[in-house]
Each structure stands twice: as structure tokens, then as C-alpha cells.
């Protein structure tokens, strides 16, 4: 069973900092897209980032210039470096990897952010 594993969730004020990061297994031999969805109460889950293998980044409108994604291709890692946090960014964000075949879901990490 292949399995993600997410880290750096948490509570964080308004104004600062998280660091998402999400590691998938080595058994995924090729990857296509690795990215960040989230999921806030009530809402349906939607786009945060994601880079498809090749190509460029792509942001929803929410987190464009705060947030910023990158992935290591050797290590099948994919972090989402979140800066200026807004209440509204409260969600709970989980990982997703494409290995052409199908999509792989992290069991998601809360990030909360609060005053």
C-alpha cells in the first residue's frame, strides 16, 4: 500500500510562516504531478499548487506570491513554503502525487491560522 507522509502543520498567527513538506515512496517510479490541495469546513477540497514533471508551477489565485511550491524529482519530496498567512488559509492540506495511473492522497495535516 502506498502510503504519503506529510509534515509541518500547525498553528501560526496571522502574517507568518508554515512549511509543508510531503514525501512519497520510492515504489512511485515516475512521477507526473505532485502538488497541495486543501480543504477548509464546509468547503469542498480545492487547489493550493501544484508542478506537473516539465513544467511550471501553477498557484491558485488565493496564495499567488505567498505561497511557493518546489519538488525534488531524486528524493520524490514536494514542499509548499507558505509565507503571510491569512485566517482564511485555515484548512486542512494534503498532498497528492500522479504517477500517471493515479492519484495518491496524504491522510492531510491541519494548518490553523489564528490571532
Known amino acids: 500500500q502506498v502510503q504519503l507522509v506529510e509534515s509541518g502543520g500547525g498553528s501560526v498567527q496571522p502574517g507568518g510562516s508554515l512549511r509543508l513538506s510531503c514525501a512519497a515512496p520510492?515504489?512511485?517510479?515516475?512521477?507526473?504531478?505532485m502538488g497541495w490541495y486543501r480543504q477548509a469546513p464546509g468547503k469542498q477540497r480545492e487547489l493550493v499548487a501544484r508542478?506537473?514533471?516539465?513544467?511550471?508551477?501553477i498557484y491558485a489565485e488565493s496564495v499567488k506570491g505567498r505561497f511557493t511550491i518546489s519538488r525534488d524529482n531524486a528524493k520524490n519530496t514536494v514542499t509548499l513554503q507558505m509565507n503571510s498567512l491569512k485566517p482564511e488559509d485555515t484548512a486542512v492540506y494534503y498532498c497528492?502525487?500522479?504517477?500517471?495511473?493515479?492519484?495518491?492522497w496524504g491522510p492531510g495535516t491541519q494548518v490553523t491560522v489564528s490571532s
Open positions: 497528492l502525487v500522479n504517477d500517471f495511473r493515479r492519484d495518491y
Open positions: 520510492g515504489s512511485i517510479l515516475t512521477i507526473k504531478i
Open positions: 508542478i506537473i514533471s516539465g513544467g511550471s508551477p
